[in-house]
């Protein structure tokens, strides 16, 4: 190595020999036994222009002459201290770099060069040297080596420098020059610093970044190792704490104004975003381009935060204060050297000599001119007198305090490597004679004192110091009247401590430099495509989303929502139908009533469970479909509740099996009443259709029922019902049993069958006889139970309120048949008890009356006779069957009473005798009164004349011819023979006593002779046979009081509507009661008794005046008793 740096040296030495210098340069020496050298930027760096002649700038106050009699006087204060290098003296060689690595290289060069010099050969004969450029034959004195270099201080000179340094292992220790290069011990080993590397510095102003939220900011730096290495940490580090840079630039200090205009332009368009400069800068890089804020205009749109190359330094924004107002810079931390205002301000210019660069200093400081003196500049016309004063704008190198340090911990190294080399020995030893540069270096990093403001200076293993930086602020000082720098925080090791109120004095709010603000809660950003991370769009999540990290929306899963912070996700509460809801209330409350109105019809029907109203309509299916309206108004209940196992259970039960047992047993009802209206239809004597008795009907009814009720279990079976979390949106989560759409349409599908095929029934029933109107409330209870169900299947299926449309429909379907099956019903049975008579469950007043041989009527019968449907009560006393007539009343409906007790009542007895013909007829019985004729007062049994004549009004007997039908049904008495051996009396009422044979004859009896030949015959013994004394339960039957025709046809197949049905409901327990009445006793005829309203008249308990009955007691009162409102008369 010293081999190649001979031979470098040499070139050099040839070079510089063939090449005149351009400059000379001034060096400050000052003697002593171990030589330091130091490099100060007296001057400042060549302009742009001139830096290929290398010349320097104007002087320096506080980077140049300042460090200059630093160095001096830090020397004269270790030299008389007799702890530190005892009797051994520092002197120093200072070298002016000018702040230019060319510069800088060149004076470091002449460092070496002089060492080289002095290792040469003075015994060799004739050898001839050259002393200040004049041939000599004596050598120059000899120079002694430096054992060390301090500074410079630019970072990039510094490493020029230290290249040139490591080849003759001289160790370099830096004051000011940070650079992150410096710390690679593999390219940089005998450097070493007492500040702190550009790493903590660039951390340090982006903590300052951050703590005021700045997150677009632009960079700029000088050109050169000291800014780009600490512009590359800055944007390392930014970079990894997510800050964006809007804009980077570089720039030499000594750039011309049109860069600085150009760099400035580049900056502006980053506003209004970007107003923060982060200024990784040397001093007169910041005031160049403060000055071309001046030129432009600009003023206060940038806040700059500059490096310790700024600091705190007067000279950066002299004149510019108001552009760099605000600005923030880091300092690093060192304190005032006091000592070194006392010896710098007592400075004369006279006696101060050993500064070369003094005289140039003070001339340009008081801006005058010395006179005769070398450096005179002429360019002042003030004659210095030498008696100014340094005090007036004095201020201390910010760096003056590391200067010292540098200098204290070369002396400590030389002092400890004395202590080990030279033990016991004053002053140098042969062994540090010369000094080793190498072993040197070990004694430095191992070096450890008390800096001169007291603070602890060492090295660590790549020669860095600790880092400790103040942050400055430059404002206006009301009190100083003038733009300070004021100290508002500190940076010690990772440490920021900021004072806010400090910073903020002169401002109403802190500028802002973000290229986008911060999201609002809820939002994520979303970077566009060429953007910076810093510049995004704020874009919010969906509502199911919540923010995984600034980029990114995740969604919850089903049954959880993000939470009120958008950071997570948390369980949705599970809902259902609460009792409190004002649904539920309406369901509950409604079938609250529902059941009570429920259980009253019911106990009602049981209270008048053998009244007409109630036999009539079949009392068994009616508790069947009360059993189901119960259990539809329980459906809500079941609904409602929260979902569990059993509420589940009972809800896939009722809700189809309560409607099926409603509609099954209408489909019965609607089905039995079309059959009988079919029947009806035809022939008279025809066969009775099956399955018509009262159980058979339940049978039929529990059948259906029995097949919802399979249908439900298999599903039950197929589908376990158990509460499922059901989410119809992502927002909501429902407690809901596992129903699905086939066991919900399955049963419902039963349903709809059941209903479609009752309103089908329903719909051929319409058109029954008025007074059997309970079709046309069954109708109407269908079609209104239509018009529910296909409200409810859209609205079911089509909506989430799933539970209430169903708790409604069932109890709105079941309340639609309990109002209109059931309201008419109660209605009679409790406001009007006068119509629950059989008398008013007439469908007609017409009487169709089959009347034929018994012996040829009872053979032709295969089972039970058509006549049972009118049969009655039979008489005590012992009677017979004459086969040879019958004897039959009737009752005109038209004769209504005209007050109660007045004896409208008019019996007609028609004795037929039938002695040898098998053939039967049919005859339509007409009455023979009008309605408004007053009836006879009186009348004797027995008399063949009518005292009163004959009416001119009386209404003609008709009969109407039909064929005998195969098969059927004849009264099982048919064929009884009297017992007693008595003609049949024959009875005629009074009223109709004076009417003779020929008149009957001629005027009435015309079309009933037509037919039945025997018919006069039978009339004409009736006058004169003895009066009969009909049974009691021989009384009448309505008759229509008009003419026959095809509509009253029609109409005589309703009449045997309600007699079938009532006969067939409750023929068993009449059977019953009535035991062993069932021969005649005193007639033997077989008389045929009309259908049930005939009995009511019975039941009441009275008997009818003058009629064959009440002659049975000839001293019986004359009373009249009736039923209340009897709606049919005796004529």
């Known amino acids: 190595i010293v081999g190649v740096a001979v031979v470098f040296a040499l070139k050099v030495l040839h070079e510089r020999s063939a090449v005149p210098r351009a400059v000379a340069r001034s060096v400050a020496r000052m ?32 980077y140049g002459i300042q460090r200059v009699e630093a160095m001096f006087h830090t020397l004269d204060r270790i030299n008389a201290d007799p702890n530190l290098l005892p009797n051994i003296s520092l002197g120093c060689e200072i070298r002016d770099s000018c702040w230019h690595s060319s510069v800088a290289l060149e004076q470091s060069i002449e460092f070496i060069r002089d060492s080289l010099i002095s290792i040469r050969d003075d015994s060799k004969e004739g050898a001839k040297w050259c002393v200040d450029g004049t041939p000599s034959s004596h050598p120059p004195p000899t120079k002694k080596p430096i054992a060390g270099v301090i500074g410079p201080g630019s970072s990039s000179v510094a490493i020029q420098v230290q290249n040139l340094l490591q080849l003759f292992n001289i160790p370099q220790i830096a004051y000011s020059a940070t650079s992150i290069d410096l710390s690679d011990k593999t390219l940089f080993k005998y450097f070493l610093r007492v500040v702190p590397s550009d790493t903590l510095q660039a951390r340090a102003m982006l903590d300052i970044v951050k703590h005021y939220n700045w997150t677009y900011v632009s960079a700029v730096h000088t050109e050169g190792n000291y800014g780009e290495s600490g512009m590359e940490a800055f944007k390392e580090l ?24 150009r760099l400035l332009r580049k900056l502006r368009e980053r506003l209004p975003k970007a107003r923060v400069v982060v200024c990784f800068c040397e001093g007169m890089t910041v005031r160049s381009l403060l000055m071309a804020m001046r030129r432009r205009g600009v003023s206060g749109e940038f806040l700059l935060i500059g490096s310790d190359g700024w600091a705190d330094r007067d000279e950066v924004v002299e004149g510019y204060e108001q552009e760099a107002d605000g600005g923030i810079t880091m300092k690093l931390q060192t304190e005032e050297v006091k000592s070194f205002n006392d010896y710098f301000l007592k400075l004369r210019l006279d006696t101060n000599t050993r500064n070369p660069w003094f005289a ?36 201390q190198d910010s760096k003056m305090g590391f200067v010292i340090n540098a200098i204290y911990a070369m002396a400590h190294g030389l002092h400890d490597m004395h202590r080990d080399m030279c033990p016991n020995h004053e002053g140098l030893c042969e062994a540090m004679d010369p000094i080793d540069g190498s072993k040197l270096l070990e004694y430095l990093l191992k070096a450890s004192f008390t800096g001169v403001s007291g603070e602890e200076v060492y090295f660590d293993e790549n020669g860095d110091s600790p880092g400790r930086y103040d942050i400055m602020n430059l404002q206006y000082v009301e009190e100083l009247g003038r733009y300070d720098y004021i100290n508002v925080g500190s940076w010690h090791e990772g440490l920021l401590s900021v004072d806010d109120y400090k910073l903020m004095t002169n401002r109403s709010e802190m500028v802002r430099s973000v290229c986008s603000e911060p999201c609002s809660k809820g939002q994520i950003k979303v970077i566009r495509k060429g953007e910076v991370s810093c510049c995004w769009i704020c874009t919010t999540c969906k509502d199911n989303e919540y923010v995984q990290d600034e980029f990114t929306c995740k969604a919850c899963d089903l049954g959880w929502w993000p939470d009120d912070e958008l950071a997570g996700c948390q369980p949705l509460p599970l809902k259902y139908l609460e009792w409190s809801s004002v649904e539920s209330i309406v369901a509950v409350v409604f079938s609250c009533l529902g059941i009570l109105v429920t259980l009253f019809v019911t106990f009602i029907f049981i209270q008048y469970r053998d009244t007409p109203v109630v036999k009539s309509s079949s009392r068994e299916l009616c508790y069947i479909i009360l059993a189901g309206i119960f259990l539809g108004y329980i459906c ?47 022939k008279i004597c025809t066969r009775k259709p099956r399955f018509m008795s009262a159980w058979a009907q339940v049978v039929i009814a529990f059948i259906l029922i029995s097949l919802q009720l399979t249908l439900e279990i298999t599903l039950i079976v197929l589908e376990p019902p158990e509460p499922i979390k059901s989410y119809p949106s992502i927002r909501e989560v429902y407690l809901i049993c596992n129903t699905s759409n086939l066991g919900m349409v399955a049963p419902l599908g039963y349903n709809g069958l059941l209903i479609m095929s009752c309103t089908y029934y329903a719909f051929k029933t319409r058109n029954v006889p008025a007074n059997f109107n309970e079709a046309k409330y069954i109708a109407f209870t269908m079609y209104t139970t239509c018009i529910i169900w296909l409200a409810f299947v859209p609205i079911y299926f089509g909506s989430n309120y799933k ?44 009487v169709r009356m089959h009347v034929g041989d018994g012996k040829a009527a009872a053979a032709a019968c295969q089972s039970n006779s058509f006549l049972n449907m009118f049969r009655r009560k039979k008489n005590n006393a012992t009677s017979s069957t004459n086969p040879n007539g019958k004897s039959v009343s009737w009752s005109e409906s038209g004769a209504r009473p005209q007050g109660r007790g007045s004896s409208v009542f008019h ?24 309605a408004s004729q007053a009836p006879h007062p009186e009348y004797h049994p027995g008399l063949n004349t009518d005292r009163n004549g004959s009416q001119p009004d009386d209404k003609a007997l008709y009969n109407l011819n039909e064929e005998d039908d195969e098969g059927g049904r004849c009264p099982q008495n048919l064929n009884r023979t009297a017992q007693d051996g008595r003609e049949p009396a024959f009875y005629s009422p009074a009223h109709l006593m004076d009417h003779t044979t020929d008149h009957l004859e001629g005027g009435r009896v015309d079309t009933l002779s037509s037919n039945v030949t025997a018919f006069e015959e039978i009339v004409t ?85 003058g009629s064959p009955a009440s002659d049975n007691n000839p001293n019986a009162p004359q009373e009249v008793t009736y039923a209340p409102k009897q709606s049919s008369f005796t004529l």
């Open 360 to 395: 140039e200093f003070w001339q340009y400081r008081f801006q005058c001119r010395i006179p005769g003196h070398p450096q005179e500049n002429l360019n002042y016309q003030k004659i210095c007198t030498g008696n100014e004063s340094l005090k007036d704008n004095y201020v």
């Open 907 to 930: 019996r007609l007895s028609v004795h037929v005798r039938r002695q040898a013909v098998g053939q039967s007829q049919t005859a339509v019985i007409r009455p023979l009164t009008n």
């Open 636 to 682: 809500p209940f079941t609904l409602i509740a929260r979902p569990t196992v059993i509420s589940c259970y009972l809800q896939r039960l009722l809700v189809g099996l309560s409607s099926a047992m409603c509609y099954s047993a209408l489909v019965t009802k609607t089905n039995r009443i079309a059959r009988i209206l079919a029947g009806s239809k035809k």
């Open 238 to 261: 930014a970079s990894e704490e997510g800050l964006c840079i809007a804009h980077s630039d570089k720039i030499y200090s000594n750039a011309g104004e049109k860069h600085f205009d």
């Open 803 to 846: 539970i209430i449309t169903t708790s409604f429909s069932v109890s709105l379907s079941v309340t639609v048949a309990l109002g209109c099956m059931f309201t008419p019903k109660m209605y009679i049975i409790i406001a009007k008890p006068e119509r629950n008579v059989r008398s008013a469950f007439t469908t007609s007043d017409v």
């Open 31 to 62: 003697d002593g036994d171990v030589i330091i050298g130091a490099l100060f930027s007296v001057h400042h760096q060549p302009s742009a222009e001139r830096v290929a002649e290398r010349k320097c700038g104007d002087v320096r106050e506080q």
């Open 1021 to 1105: 013994a009736g006058r004169v046979s003895p009066a009969y004394n009909p049974l009691v339960s021989q009384l009448p039957l309505p008759l229509q009081g008009e003419m026959l025709s095809e509509e009253g046809s029609e109409m005589e197949a309703l009449d045997l509507i309600h007699g079938f049905l009532y006969d067939s409901a409750v023929q068993e327990e009449e059977e019953e009661e009535e035991g062993g009445e069932e021969e005649l006793a005193q007639s033997k005829l077989t008389l045929l008794t009309p259908p049930s309203p005939f009995r009511d008249s019975l039941r009441s308990g009275g008997s009818i005046p």
